[in-house]
């Protein structure tokens, strides 16, 4: 981001108006079309989603870690 700001006010005196636009158009498209590479390099690598162990929430067997404890509980669980 920081990188992308520098980038913003050096452009700004080239292109007044747009220069914020060009810059996150390229950061946004940058990131966009890397995560497209990759996900086209895993699929001719032939790794399935599925085959991944860290993505436990394809699998559809997922296990909660913990039950959600809100702030006002301790206030309204008991109240029926």
């Not at 497209?36 to 699998?59: D, I, R, S, Y």
């Not at 913990?66 to 006002?72: E, H, Q, T, V």
């Amino acid at each position: 981001m920081t990188i992308g700001s520098l980038m913003a006010i050096v452009l700004q005196s080239i292109l007044p108006v747009s220069a914020v636009l060009v810059v996150a158009g390229t950061i946004i498209g940058g990131t966009l079309m890397g995560i497209l590479v990759a996900a086209a390099m895993l699929t001719a690598k032939g790794v399935h989603p599925q085959e991944v162990t860290w993505l436990t929430w394809l699998h559809g067997n997922a296990e909660v870690a913990s039950d959600s404890i809100f702030a006002a509980c301790p206030l309204t669980c008991e109240v029926s």
